[in-house]
């Protein structure tokens, strides 16, 4: 089935027209019909900005998220969970699932991404969430909404890694949903940290319970042992890793993931921070020294890909380590706002090629959305890009060949240069790194409740010789909604 789907989404994608970006929306998706509510989720709120307070606090006073962690596994261990926090769904050396991340919001973008996800997810085992599960604090008070409503049709089990947002609550929402974990005995933090930290919420037990019927068949059943696992089969190991606030891991993890690591079948990564993103390098440190990539890149492990949410959008980058090649991928598109691809410069990193490199939005739709979506809000109609402008632009910026082709003949004006710079896309005449900006803060502000999204989710199929991984598309519109466009596929071999 998704053999031919993914041959039907090619036809269909944004890098064939821009009808496959979604740009001529001619209805709706049935998304709208699955949301509990018409309600948006916005970062333009001081009550939301001050519950996710805890990162700030976090990069201040240190990120407790270690020594909680430890506290987390000591409980689960007395459980009795398996040691080794393995995770056996009985899949053989065949199967496929998917992988979403970024996914909680609970408003249009995240539900835009479900419609396509149950079709395409019928014939797979499972499906992993990637960073950010709840926004904005990770409460098991909203996961009724942001996670057992959307998923309620899908019929397999779903597993998790936490991302940082998981953490502001102490990941107590995430354990009680994923592991069943009972809540941690409260222990004071002294000091201005503690004055300051967001406490974890009580749970609503009654509340939950009720959420939970919503995925309460028996085949949708899985506890995971703790925040991070290894998902087993005949061909392939899933390494979950729990990266925290600030991105370390701490000894106990790390020791653990040198023990599974060791194991001889080929290895996915998946992490809740990407290791290349927006063409830069950016490994999760180890608490011992060193770099998760490290680990990755050694040759024992036989990692094959590293697979990262918290950047909400998708990238790949294909890196040559020795005599082989590993897949470092950024899937965050599964609900959250976009993170802008039109500010990744031409890339260069680790020997990556441009013409190798995959990104989804195009930078070109990236930019005229922005520049729409602005040009709108700020009243200033020579912001405007087209879809055509706005690829031209970025094809002369990066100096590339445009990945969708043109329709005529496109000028890049003077007037065009303008709005790409202050939309991050086309360098200042003076040094102002108002790309830097953008991403950091006009992205996370600038969400959205309607068509196109720019949301994609990944399903990978797996066979004792090949991995294949295809990255879907999600523009909310019912055309896309029937036939997901394929943006991405690489096949990796795994004998």
Known sequence: ??????????????????????????????????????????????????????????????????????????????RGIDPEFRIKPGVGGNFNFLILGDTGEGDASQYAVVPGMLRLGQDTSFAVIASDVIYPTGSG???????????????????????????????????????????????????????????????????????????GRPAQQAAQPASYWAIESDSLVIVGVDTGIKNVIDKAQTAWLRRVSLDPRPKILVTGKPIYTGNVHKPSLLEEGGTIDDIVRDPAHRYVAAIGGD?????????????????????????????????????????????????????????????????????????RLTPEEAVCIMSSRIGNRPARPIEGQVTVTRRMRWAARLLGAWPWPFRLPVDKVFHRFLSELSDWDHPPFFKQFLHVSVTPDRLTLRCFAATGCLEQELRPPLEDEVHIGLS
């Open 1 to 78: 089935m998704v053999e031919v789907a993914a041959e039907r989404g090619k036809q269909h994608s944004s890098r064939v027209s821009e009808a496959g970006a979604g740009w001529a929306c001619a209805e709706p998706g049935t998304f709208a019909q699955l949301r509990p509510d018409k309600g948006g989720f916005t970062w333009l709120n001081l009550r939301t900005l001050w519950l996710s307070r805890n990162e700030i606090l976090a990069g201040l006073f240190g990120d407790p998220s270690g020594e909680v962690r430890e506290r987390w596994i000591a409980a689960q261990e007395a």
């Open 311 to 383: 950047v909400h959008n998708y990238q790949r980058y294909p890196v040559k380590v020795g005599d082989r090649v590993i897949q470092y991928v950024v899937t965050g598109g599964g609900g959250a706002f976009m993170h802008a691809t039109h500010i990744i410069d031409r890339v260069d990193v680790a020997g990556v090629a441009e013409d190798d490199f995959k990104c989804y939005p195009l930078r070109g739709d990236s930019l005229s959305f922005y520049s729409q979506l602005y040009a709108r809000r700020l009243r200033m109609k020579w912001l």
């Open 141 to 215: 008070n909203e996961y009724g909404n942001k996670f057992f409503r959307p998923y309620q049709d899908y019929e397999a089990p779903i597993y998790a890694i936490p991302g940082n947002h998981d953490w502001y609550d102490g990941l107590g929402g995430f354990m009680r949903v994923f592991c069943d974990a009972p809540p941690l005995k409260p222990k004071p933090d002294r000091g201005l940290r503690g004055l300051l930290w967001r406490k974890p919420e009580t749970i609503d037990e009654a509340k939950l319970a009720e959420a939970r019927k919503l995925r």
